[in-house]
């Protein structure tokens, strides 16, 4: 029994953690992207890339101040997203998708090139760049704290309140956004784009707007990431992070401002309560290890989202919280 | 909205689903135990082997293993298999260095030391990577014809995996982002065959072929197939064969390991030189078998009554059931050929790459890059795409570190959308 | 004739010019000249010489596949052409994007509805106001923009309480029903303020008790002073309407003229009424068809190839 409540701990903080806010930073993103506008980003772990690594190798490398970094970040995020928009905001959906796994594949084996060592540190990546991040905490990070029913440090804690505080305001400039009439010229290209250039909008321009925006949006939660764990690190940014994202933000719900929020923090819920109850059951034996040993736990995530992003799509697109009618109106 | 399933579920569709889920566990018990029987090893070792496809494994180079502390752990010479093979103190990060100094004249190594993980009761295994100084030369100019041919052998591979993708694009309008793992279930059902079960590769290959090509029906027999007749949008679909493939891939590295590992049968041959090429028989036959399976397909597509039907289906759906055409049977007859060409072209890539869990997805991506380039949907397009992309990703290597020949093929990839998003054989109207 | 009974300026001026095929008209707005779209092998659109008169209504028919849409599409930016020059008040449209041409002020409806679904009715009819503040990225974020706003969601109001939407403003476009649909999408191209309306087959698919206010709104549209050039299959509709009717066949125009000057034409009746109406194909008959079904499809083709959202639609 006690060992159920450490699980339920765990995947309680799990909730709040810092992959729960980097994947919400990743999928509020996406949602501007995907749920408000109808791009499919297939990329999104790159601009992730870049806002961690812009700080990583501003900081750690070149020397310069963190916040440096951090512009160094957006900027580079912003320059990929023109890069990738230009050529294929013209061209149907797919095309779009394509190109942006390419982009982020590419970007993954370049970082983690032997020819990039002198830059990114190759495989081994990059670390010891968060001394400013964590002097500024306005509490001693050093020591550990009790909160929520498990142990933090001081560092996590502060890093993850930054995530959240970050989390917030992106989440309002987006509530914001879709309130005013640019957002609504969004969600009408989304839902016919042809019907919205007859009306004198550019949409290319609206497109590529939303692709930048949704791009800066997730290199902020590379930053944390980077942050959180002290490292920047090729293989942190897996092309499967960006399916990640698109379960958290299915599962909470597209084109709704809380939508990848709500649906990040039940995604790293579920994640965190199968891991440990997983490794949990290998341990007593109730598992047999020939089955299923202690490494291929971290593996079972990924099934576990692929599966229920399928799931999630057939029979409830709409999210655990959406309405269904709002799915019906398109099945004309 | 983009993700606009009809959301009504039918029963069918659920047991359908319900049905592969439990053949898939099922398939997945029987091979995690097969592969937990088959790694039996106790304690953790290394071992690291030298060889070029040239000069064959070579013998007496000094090996030295550090751990993450810098210590050394152990230290030797490769022995006339080119192998060298210690035990190691216990699971970690260790750092194998070779001396350069010792390898025979001619042989290079881009780098000389090289991280490894040791799992728990694993096998640390590292290659290196060695440039032969007598394919070499230098490097420059007259490596050009030898890189062609690797890059044809390469390219006729993609082409056999992209085949399907293709056709699947053409007759159902589906991106289908899963077939990455079609090509790497078949690759890891001849593995097990082969290493496991000790069954010569060609039959082993021949059994994965019949496997994936079931794979490739249950695919449209349980999934897409109820998908396309309630009516679900391309994109939905095309999250749902994301999910797929995320799910699939990551079951296979459970199943299958994390690790790359070689087929049993050919391994270690030597290349034989042909002028100004040298090639291992094991090349050679692949690009044989390569063309001799494309041409099939190719007279297939042309002279038979269900290869008609499928370019009919592929140029003009609604047209082609209007004048009597099964579309269905096509689609279905599409899924089968695709997937057991996706497993022959797995195969063939174990052999030249080794098996390992996310080939698929790797090789997907320059598929995509392929028939992109050959314009989509079109069978002979896929074809001369991928074999551009081949050749291209192995003349790349001239400029580019060894290591990065794939993201040559994807800047590819992105050029070709810049420049003529509608391939090479694709008609402008396709994309406006 | 119907007609007849409401006798404007613009139309008694076109009463008097000659029934040729390119006729000079006195107040010309849209100028068509030496216009070729072709698909592969088939000619879509060969368009020599057109003129549409300013604040008149323009009937353009002709069977499936003359290549109406197409010259929709050419003229409004949609598609582009092989060759040809045209012009919209003296200025050049080619190569415009086809925001470019609705700013302005040519816009146009859709033969298949374009309402978009999951915006409310008041929504889709406030998309259509040109030159929003709130549509700039920036400016969206601070409360400039309210102001503007409430004057469009007023403008918004009168036009639904016209077209007798005004009921539905809250609901969701994707509720309505096909002739409603219709209705909103003419509402919302009125929001524009446009100087030309160019409607395709606005009357498609809507039911009859529909069809009479349609009509009438189309009829207003004259008397504001805008310019209406529509796509139309029935007859009784164009006769009833237009001011002045085009036919095209086979992308070319084969007869303009006053409506009544439509049915005595032998060449319209041969290849528009003949061809459809009575006596049986013959060979040569069918396969002309048989090549406009195939630019129709093509010209489908390329349009749905032309957007992302078109591959997901009808999901």
Sequence with gaps: MSEFLDILALSVKSLVSQSAVFFALMGVGLNLHFGYTGLLNFGQIAFALLGGYGVAISVAMWGLPLLVGVLIGVVAAFVLALLLGLPTLRLRADYLAIVTIAAAEIMRLVFRSTPATPITGATRGLSGFGRDFYAVAPFETQRTYDFLGSTWTGREIWAVLVGWILVTLFSLLIWQLMRSPWGRVLKAIREDEDAVRSLGKNVYSYKMQSLVLGGVIASFGGMILVLATGSANPDQFQNANTFLAYAALILGGTARVLGPVVGSMILWFIIAFTDAGLAALIRNGIIPSEILSGPDVANIRFVLVGVGLMMLLIFRPQGIFGDRREIVLDAH | ?432 | MPTNSMPTDTASVLRHLPWNIGVRKPDPTIVVDDLVRSFGGLTAVAVEHLEFQRGAITGLIGPNGAGKTTLFNLLTGFDQPNTGQWSFDGRSLGRLKPHQVARLGVVRTFQLTKALSRLTVLENMKLGAQDQKGEKFLAALLPGWRAQEREIEARAMDLLTRFKLDAKAQDFAGTLSGGQRKLLEMARALMCEPKVVMLDEPMAGVNPALTQSLLEHVKNLREEGMTVIFVEHDMDVVRDISDWVVVMAAGRVIAEGPPESISQNKDVVDAYLGAHHDAPLTAEEEELVLAEAEVAIAAEKAEDADLPTETTRGL
């Design chain 2, 1 to 432: 909205m983009l993700i606009s399933v009809r959301t009504r579920m039918s029963g069918q569709l659920a047991a359908r689903i319900l049905v592969v889920a439990l053949t898939g566990f099922a398939v997945f018990l029987g091979l995690a135990v097969a592969t937990q029987t088959s790694a039996s090893a106790e304690g953790e070792t290394i071992r690291v082997t030298l060889a070029t496809s040239v000069s064959g494994p070579i013998e007496g180079v000094e090996v030295t293993v550090t751990d993450d502390q810098g210590d050394e752990v152990a230290q030797g010479s490769t022995d006339e298999d080119g192998r060298f093979e210690a035990d190691l103190p216990g699971p970690g990060e260790y750092t194998v260095a070779i001396n350069a100094d010792d390898l025979p004249e001619g042989v290079t190594a881009a780098v000389t030391e090289r991280p490894v993980t040791v799992a728990e009761g694993g096998v640390g295994r590292t290659a290196f990577a060695l440039s032969d100084g007598s394919t070499g030369q230098g490097g420059g100019a007259a490596r050009i014809p030898q890189l062609l041919v690797e890059g044809l052998r390469f390219g006729l591979l993609i082409a056999i995996c992209a085949v399907g993708l293709s056709l699947i694009f053409g007759t159902t309008g589906l991106t289908n982002f899963a077939h990455g793992e079609l090509v790497a279930i078949g690759a890891i059902v001849a593995w097990f065959l082969n290493v496991s079960a000790g069954l010569p590769l060609i039959a082993a290959t021949a059994i994965a072929m019949a496997v994936g090509g079931f794979v490739g029906w249950l695919n449209d027999f349980a999934l897409w197939g109820p998908l396309r007749r309630r009516g679900s949008g391309l994109i939905a679909m095309l999250v749902i064969s994301i999910g797929l493939s995320l799910g699939l891939r990551y079951l296979l590295n459970i199943i299958f390991g994390g690790r790359s590992q070689p087929y049993a049968d050919y391994r270690g041959q030597r290349a034989n030189d042909y002028g100004p090429i040298s090639l291992t028989d094991k090349d050679l036959f692949s690009i044989a078998i390569s063309l001799v399976v494309l041409v099939v397909v190719a007279l297939m597509l042309q002279r038979t009554k269900i290869g008609k039907a499928m370019r009919a289906v592929a140029d003009n759906r609604d047209l082609a059931a209007a004048s009597g055409i099964n579309v269905d049977r096509v689609i279905r007859f599409v899924w089968i050929v695709g997937g057991s060409l996706a497993a022959l072209g797995g195969v063939l890539f174990g052999l030249s790459d080794e098996v390992s869990w996310d080939m698929g997805f790797k090789l997907l991506l320059l598929m995509f890059a392929g028939i992109t380039l050959g314009g989509l949907g079109t069978a002979y397009g896929a074809l001369l795409g991928s074999v551009i992309v081949g050749m291209f990703v192995q003349l790349s290597t001239l400029v580019i570190a060894d290591e990065l020949k794939y993201v040559g093929g994807l800047l590819l990839l992105i050029v070709i959308l810049v420049v003529r998003p509608q391939g090479i054989l694709g008609s402008r109207a396709r994309v406006g």
